[in-house]
Each structure stands twice: as C-alpha cells, then as structure tokens.
C-alpha cells in the first residue's frame, strides 16, 4: 500500500510560482506511475500531469504545457510539481494520486489518492 502527502501549496500572486511535493510512504514507490490532478470550486477534478515509475515518460494537460513540469526522486519517495507563470484560474486544490499503471493515473483511476494542498493565485 501506498499513502501519498502534498505539501507546497500556498496564495501567490499571477504570474508567480510554486512547487508542490508529495511525499510516498512504502518500499514499492519506484514502481508506481504518479499524477497531479486538480479541482476547482464548482468543478469537477481533472487531470494535470503525470509521470512514469522511471520518470522517462511524462504526460500534461494542455492547460499545463509550458508552465507545469513534473519531475520524481525515487530515492527520496517524492513527486514534484513546479509551477510557473501562475493564472488565477490555477486555483484549486491539488491532488496528488499513484497508479500501478500510467495509463490508468492519465485517466483519473490511480490506485491511491492524496488528501490535496490549496493553490491561490491572485490576480
């Protein structure tokens, strides 16, 4: 079993920056594909970006091409997510999940969900 923490959220001003991080508890973290989704007030969750077991293959939601990068350290159980150029519409809270399969992570069905940080941007 895997348990997933986010931390890393916060208010920041548009066009400002973050970086999220969540941390994986369980030996097996290297071999989970992992996902950042988000979900606004009055929306529902979507996906935005994910990241191989290895970290050689990636995925981003268009709306976070050119401004989101996820990256993993294996060896320290932890995924990241930096964020640039900051919309207000990047508000949300931010979910981080882990899947056996990537496609599955893509698609919104991981295996295990974290508990979500609050990202502000102001305009």
């Known amino acids: 079993q895997v348990q997933v923490v986010e931390s890393g959220g916060g208010l920041v001003q548009a066009g400002g920056s973050l970086r999220l991080s969540c941390a994986a508890s369980?030996?097996?973290?290297?071999?989970?594909?992992m996902g950042w989704f988000r979900q606004a007030p009055g929306k529902e969750r979507e996906f935005v970006a994910a990241?191989?077991?290895?970290?050689?293959?990636?995925h981003y939601a268009d709306s976070a091409k050119g401004r989101f990068t996820i990256s993993r350290d294996n060896a320290k159980n932890t995924v990241y997510l930096q964020m640039i150029s900051l919309k207000p519409e990047d508000t949300a809270v931010y979910y981080c999940?882990?899947?056996?399969?990537?496609?599955?992570?893509?698609?919104?069905?991981?295996?295990?969900w974290g508990q979500g940080t609050q990202v502000t941007v102001s305009s």
């Open positions: 369980g030996r097996t973290f290297s071999r989970y594909a």
């Open positions: 990241i191989s077991w290895s970290g050689d293959s990636t």
């Open positions: 999940a882990a899947g056996r399969v990537i496609g599955a992570v893509v698609v919104g069905v991981p295996d295990y």
